[in-house]
């Protein structure tokens, strides 16, 4: 293809080929180097086998001229990374005195004395560089190669803490690749399909565009890259792009509808209320994921219970009782309720059938209500949500702030809801 | 190891390693062959490039007496599995006539006509059978081996049909497995290093287990695995193990601490509520993922702000100003409040600082309060969580229910707290 490297990442975890969890690590890396222009050729994914890492390894480097190894760096018995690491390649380990230090001295201030094995952790490969694990205290390791090999952590948050801040930057260094461009779209309120035949007519005439749709529930993400010299197509598109989804577009970022509505929310100085039934928490969790939230962010009420709706939201017996509570009336009332009693600018609600049991003819498992208070009254929206549970609730969250946006938007625009 | 044979899974797909498409696959047939007792011990993954699609099967085949293939057996230009195949085996591939016919109906049946190009799908390796696609129209095949070799569609619908209808029962006859027993142990409260140091003294005298430990935050799971011949050992290791933990020991059942609390509570007859501030609502959200948790969640108030704390809870001014929201006299006031407003049986609040700012000397980030309020007054637990935000939210949930567990496994022995 051209001057840029080919990478190889090898997933470490029996617990991966044997106890159906899912490898999220793999893609993560595969999806960062992308980032960077460096193609994945092969991924492989192995137990806590000191001879099937190796042997993995060896496969990778034959194959690639980037080797990124996740997991097996813990203190455990079964964490054999390191072993397996300097097996594929006949090098030695040894252990690291000031890694070691560090270690102890980690472990002092949170009041731990581990068994001394702990410290195989310090273990580097020669010739080796230490790679800092900021989230926890597995280190990684990079060796220059040819091939380059990494060793970072399995555990998620650390490893990708370590391949964003540590990891990245050094293969900058090592391999200057043709740097590959992307753009992002992300979309609410619209089905995957929805999303793809909207945007057919414009996508059947490019073809040198590599494009991709991922989907998760209530989201989905078009991902176009292209090579540099078709950068003018890549911004051309992009704006028709744009003009066909119109407000459906959320953000042209790798974020969350959450982070949009927190930057609106913050520039706007609103605060902003919730109150949640088949959620059951959910809607708030997901805002406050975004670090900063409680300059916008007051709290609110989980009324799980028509008691709680009724005692601390002040929804009417008589609404409960006409309608019952997943109805349009119901969102409305704990909209409001939630809004006057937490003294915000805004609430969002958000009651339905989140199933599996619950559901009858008239309202089935999927039908949820959502709806916005304001200052000039309420909106409501009724969601008729297929699949299960988990995605009912992640589905009906994402809606809730779609709403928002949407009425934020107008707000900025200057014509009020 | 024994009579039980070993699998590799070889999954095709350039949109995999490209574009974040999430492999479905991998896991599916993995978890399928670990319930016929077969034991995945590499996974594949790689582009649509015949050259690369050969060398992987090769090394598959290194490793495993059976070889599954997973994607490009469709009609078009980078459905290259079964020319990848036959290269790796240097085997012959040949048009079947029968399969070219039925082909021609169902296309005819459907009022289609495609390019001829499409009877690729008809070549079969040399003394390969056909494997029936039910769902879609490529069809799959097997070679009776050493190794077993399986090719089978990437569509998961069709690919899910292929694999459970047809070609399990001919793995079953080809490869009659020896059962694996396995035995899972769930630790709350715990790090990973602790259990693996608390548990040594049993582990170490143990070879013929294979043992794997999983660790997200607050949550540890110990998994074994023996031939059957060795369920006896199994057996005896494990009740060791289960008197080592003690009450840590949450469950030995692959479920999450909120499920052992919502099957807890719903046979206690008692109502759970709850006030979040750090958390802002995840635990409410954890706790009604659970099918059914009306039964004994009432719900509760996210108190993100200090207004929220003290008009919906009833925390005091002066618990707030002399011990600061983030204390454990604001996470008992909280508890109370809620349980006595919401009039549940029961309540757990967390206060916390989840960073990555809003930290000082004093109450730094990582620094969390849970409580627990019952009829006989309240418990509550400082925590100090290593890591980022993500982490330290989710482990102050799962710390929060099992301050719950704890107590309710005491009433259930009849001393209460």
Same mark, same amino acid.
């Given at each position: 293809?051209?001057?840029?490297?080919?990478?190889?990442?090898?997933?470490?975890?029996?617990?991966?080929?044997?106890?159906?969890?899912?490898?999220?690590?793999? $893609?993560?890396?595969? +999806? #960062?180097?992308?980032? &960077?222009?460096?193609?994945?050729? /092969? *991924? @492989?994914?192995?137990?806590?086998?000191?001879?099937?890492?190796?042997?993995?390894?060896?496969?990778?480097?034959?194959?690639?001229?980037?080797?990124?190894?996740?997991?097996?760096?813990?203190?455990?018995?079964?964490?054999?990374?390191?072993?397996?690491?300097?097996?594929?390649?006949?090098?030695?380990?040894?252990?690291?005195?000031?890694?070691?230090?560090?270690?102890?001295?980690?472990?002092?201030?949170?009041?731990?004395?581990?068994?001394?094995?702990?410290?195989?952790?310090?273990?580097?490969?020669?010739?080796?560089?230490?790679?800092?694990?900021?989230?926890?205290?597995?280190?990684?390791?990079?060796?220059?190669?040819?091939?380059?090999?990494?060793?970072?952590?399995?555990? $998620?948050?650390?490893? +990708? #803490?370590?391949?964003? &801040?540590?990891?990245?930057?050094? /293969? *900058? @260094?090592?391999?200057?690749?043709?740097?590959?461009?992307?753009?992002?779209?992300?979309?609410?309120?619209?089905?995957?399909?929805?999303?793809?035949?909207?945007?057919?007519?414009?996508?059947?005439?490019?073809?040198?565009?590599?494009?991709?749709?991922?989907?998760?529930?209530?989201?989905?993400?078009?991902?176009?890259?292209?090579?540099?010299?078709?950068?003018?197509?890549?911004?051309?598109?992009?704006?028709?792009?744009?003009?066909?989804?119109?407000?459906?577009?959320?953000?042209?970022?790798?974020?969350?509808?959450?982070?949009?509505?927190?930057?609106?929310?913050?520039?706007?100085?609103?605060?902003?209320?919730?109150?949640?039934?088949?959620?059951?928490?959910?809607?708030?969790?997901?805002?406050?994921?975004?670090?900063?939230?409680?300059?916008?962010?007051?709290?609110?009420?989980?009324?799980?219970?028509?008691?709680?709706?009724?005692?601390?939201?002040?929804?009417?017996?008589?609404?409960?009782?006409?309608?019952?509570?997943?109805?349009?009336?119901?969102?409305?009332?704990?909209?409001?309720?939630?809004?006057?009693?937490?003294?915000?600018?805004?609430?969002?609600?958000?009651?339905?059938?989140?199933?599996?049991?619950?559901?009858?003819?008239?309202?089935?498992?999927?039908?949820?209500?959502?709806?916005?208070?304001?200052?000039?009254?309420?909106?409501?929206?009724?969601?008729?949500?297929?699949?299960?549970?988990?995605?009912?609730?992640?589905?009906?969250?994402?809606?809730?702030?779609?709403?928002?946006?949407?009425?934020?938007?107008?707000?900025?625009?200057?014509?009020?809801?």
């Amino acid at each position: 293809m051209s001057a840029s490297p080919s990478a190889a990442v090898v997933v470490v975890g029996s617990e991966i080929l044997m106890d159906g969890r899912r490898d999220t690590n793999g $893609p993560f890396i595969e +999806e #960062a180097l992308a980032r &960077e222009g460096i193609a994945s050729v /092969l *991924r @492989l994914v192995v137990g806590d086998d000191r001879e099937a890492i190796a042997a993995a390894i060896r496969v990778a480097a034959a194959r690639a001229e980037i080797v990124i190894v996740s997991g097996g760096l813990g203190p455990t018995f079964d964490d054999l990374t390191r072993e397996g690491a300097a097996d594929a390649f006949n090098l030695r380990l040894a252990r690291a005195a000031e890694i070691e230090a560090a270690l102890r001295e980690r472990f002092r201030r949170r009041g731990l004395t581990p068994p001394e094995s702990v410290y195989r952790m310090a273990d580097l490969l020669e010739g080796a560089t230490l790679l800092r694990n900021r989230v926890g205290s597995a280190p990684g390791q990079i060796l220059g190669g040819p091939p380059t090999l990494a060793l970072v952590p399995g555990v $998620p948050a650390e490893m +990708e #803490a370590m391949v964003t &801040e540590d990891l990245l930057p050094r /293969l *900058r @260094l090592l391999h200057p690749a043709v740097p590959s461009v992307r753009k992002v779209f992300k979309v609410a309120g619209l089905y995957e399909s929805e999303v793809e035949s909207l945007l057919a007519p414009v996508m059947e005439r490019v073809t040198a565009l590599d494009r991709t749709i991922l989907a998760s529930p209530g989201d989905v993400a078009l991902i176009l890259r292209a090579r540099e010299h078709d950068r003018p197509l890549l911004e051309r598109v992009g704006r028709e792009i744009a003009i066909t989804l119109g407000d459906a577009l959320y953000s042209v970022s790798d974020e969350g509808i959450e982070c949009v509505v927190a930057r609106k929310l913050t520039a706007a100085s609103l605060k902003l209320a919730s109150a949640e039934s088949c959620t059951g928490g959910m809607l708030g969790g997901l805002i406050t994921s975004v670090p900063g939230s409680s300059v916008f962010y007051v709290g609110g009420v989980v009324a799980y219970s028509d008691a709680i709706k009724k005692n601390w939201l002040g929804v009417e017996d008589r609404t409960l009782a006409l309608h019952g509570a997943v109805s349009a009336e119901a969102a409305i009332a704990m909209a409001r309720g939630a809004r006057e009693r937490a003294r915000a600018d805004l609430a969002l609600a958000i009651t339905g059938v989140a199933g599996p049991g619950g559901g009858s003819p008239g309202k089935p498992v999927g039908l949820v209500h959502i709806a916005l208070a304001t200052a000039s009254g309420e909106t409501e929206r009724r969601l008729d949500i297929p699949g299960e549970r988990a995605s009912i609730r992640l589905r009906s969250c994402r809606a809730a702030l779609d709403l928002l946006r949407r009425d934020l938007l107008r707000a900025e625009r200057g014509s009020p809801a």
